[in-house]
């Protein structure tokens, strides 16, 4: 039975039979272990150096002939202890690469896009939450300053967050957008008065913008309140809002 047992341990036939063979005597010459295992001297010698590195049985080279040497058979944990020295390793290993891989400088060009929906309940919350968040990714990203096109229904429909934002607002984060000239848009502009809301009005009914789509930072903001349900999808994409805030640069250069 210790067979099977010594197999999954590691242990071949004859690796067994030599271990067996030293662990009866405790300490006796190769050429006995080669006598009662029937395996060749020279084999049996091989075998002995590959159990002792595995420290397994000794190798006692102080008189001639050597002899091996098992003293207990409590010497097989000596194979946990191995394993477990291997493991340690391999964790300071893991470790280190991880540390190392840290400074590896990640790729400008790509990102991998996170994207939450809110619906009416949740984003009118959500407006407020995550307000925060939205502004310290402007400063990280030194892009200070919302882009995009607004329609005029987000007033109508959440005055008192349009309103309110500039009192609660970083005085470093402006406002570059495109809306409709309506009488509840250029009210609230009257009403807000703060020299960070920069907006230009599309004069033609035919341009009237029917959603809001918002840039700051690295953030993607997709408001529909022109019609009910209302909701809000937020796409967190380092690149996508990189190429909507130049899009809407160039196009507030050229109005």
């Known amino acids: 039975m210790y067979q099977?047992?010594?197999?999954?341990?590691?242990?071949d036939?004859?690796?067994?039979?030599?271990?067996?063979?030293?662990?009866?005597?405790?300490?006796v010459a190769p050429a006995i272990v080669a006598k009662i295992t029937g395996i060749n001297r020279s084999t049996v010698y091989s075998i002995a150096k590959v159990l002792a590195e595995r420290g397994i049985l000794r190798i006692d080279t102080t008189n001639e002939p050597a002899f091996l040497v098992i003293e207990s058979s409590e010497i097989?944990?000596?194979?946990?202890?191995?394993e477990e020295r291997k493991l340690?390793?391999?964790?300071s290993l893991v470790k280190d690469v991880i540390k190392q891989l840290e400074n590896v400088p990640r790729s400008k060009h790509y990102s991998v896009p996170k994207v939450k929906f809110y619906d009416e309940k949740e984003m009118r919350d959500a407006l407020h939450t995550r307000l925060q968040v939205w502004v310290?990714?402007?400063i990280n990203t030194k892009e200070p300053s919302w882009w995009g096109f607004q329609d005029v229904s987000m007033i109508e429909n959440f005055p008192e967050w349009v309103i309110?934002?500039?009192q609660v607002a970083s005085k470093d984060?402006?406002?570059?957008?495109?809306?409709?000239?309506?009488?509840?848009?250029k009210d609230a502009d009257r009403k807000i008065s703060d020299e960070r809301r920069m907006m230009k009005y599309l004069e033609k009914e035919s341009h009237?913008?029917?959603?809001?789509?918002?840039?700051?930072?690295?953030?993607v903001m997709l408001v529909m309140t022109s019609e009910k349900p209302f909701y809000m999808i937020e796409i967190h994409d380092r690149v996508m809002a990189h190429n909507l805030r130049e899009v809407f640069k160039l196009m507030w250069g050229k109005f």
Do not use: C, M, P
């Open 4 to 11: 099977e047992a010594l197999k999954k341990l590691g242990f």
């Open 13 to 27: 036939e004859k690796e067994i039979a030599v271990f067996i063979a030293v662990l009866e005597r405790g300490r």
């Open 76 to 82: 097989l944990n000596s194979l946990i202890l191995r």
């Open 88 to 91: 340690q390793e391999k964790k």
């Open 136 to 138: 310290e990714s402007a």
């Open 164 to 166: 309110d934002y500039y």
């Open 173 to 185: 984060i402006s406002t570059h957008l495109f809306t409709n000239s309506k009488k509840v848009e």
């Open 208 to 219: 009237e913008f029917t959603a809001t789509q918002v840039v700051l930072g690295d953030y």
